[in-house]
């Protein structure tokens, strides 16, 4: 193989990696075979260029050589990805993120009367555009402000569900239910205060166990998120249940 500089080498493996993410599965290609063949070609065209040949040389080649999902014949590719490739086919290469960006507005400009229905494909079509995005290889940039809207929206929806319904639902339960201190405010919020604290701390637990599929999942907004961050949720639970603790002890 030709020497390649340190930067040619890393795009040359990302592009390797891609065609073999690409081929998985595919039935009439053999992987091998297509990574031997790109690696023939490269060889080829750089044939003349003074080693260690660089990004600029190697790039011209790929473009060149075309995406690694080219390899893929047709009739093997999945729908959903033939789908979203022409929807991002043409001059405009933020296409998806448009689409993602007007289901999102759609959410907003319905909200609550059929909104929330479109949140969920609004997210879809923005993660397919964050994993299109990652598996070229290429930076977001600017086209965040298209997609993450819908990813962080319902990612508060999600922690909504998580960290605040259980507790009012217990509350309600209790309140509605069992009749727990009827006419009595005082100990009703002493009892709010430690239901909602308990909930936070063995929430933050439940979040912290399940930190790796909800960053795959919301990825790129949590990345970087560690269980450190939610001691915090912790912290304001432990405080609530002190607080509660307070009023029972304090005399009024």
């Known amino acids: 193989m030709i020497e390649l500089t340190d930067t040619a080498r ?13 081929l998985r599965g595919a039935r009439s290609v053999e ?11 490269i060889e080829f065209a750089l044939a003349g260029t003074p080693a260690p040949v660089g990004a600029e040389h190697l790039a011209a080649v790929l ?15 999945p729908i959903w990805k033939q789908m979203f490739d022409r929807l991002r086919s043409g001059p405009e290469d933020w296409r998806l993120a448009y689409i993602a960006f007007g289901m999102f507005a759609l959410t907003m400009l319905l909200f609550p009367i059929g909104g929330v229905l479109l949140l969920v ?22 086209r965040k402000w298209l997609v993450y809207p819908a990813i962080v929206m319902l990612l508060v929806f999600v922690m909504g ?14 309140l509605e239910e069992r ?11 002493q009892l709010g205060l430690q239901v909602f604290g308990g909930w936070f701390i063995g929430a933050s637990a439940l979040l912290a166990a399940a930190l790796g599929p909800l960053q795959r999942f919301f990825r790129p907004v949590l990345d970087g ?7 915090i949720l912790t912290l304001i639970g432990a405080g609530l249940v002190a607080a509660g603790a307070a009023i029972l002890i304090t005399p009024f």
């Open 225 to 231: 998120w560690s269980r450190k961050r939610l001691l």
């Open 121 to 142: 494909p609004a997210f879809v079509l923005s993660r397919a555009f964050v994993s299109f995005v990652a598996e070229k290889g290429e930076p977001i940039g600017a």
């Open 10 to 22: 890393q795009r040359f493996d990302l592009y390797l990696t891609r065609l073999r993410s690409a």
């Open 31 to 41: 992987t091998d075979d297509v990574e031997q063949s790109v690696r023939e070609h």
């Open 63 to 77: 473009d060149r050589l075309g995406p690694p999902e080219r390899w893929i014949p047709e009739e093997e590719r």
């Open 179 to 189: 009749h727990m201190y009827e006419g009595n405010d005082l100990l009703r919020a």
């Open 161 to 174: 569900i998580i960290i605040i319904a259980p507790a009012a639902g217990i509350m309600a339960y209790l």
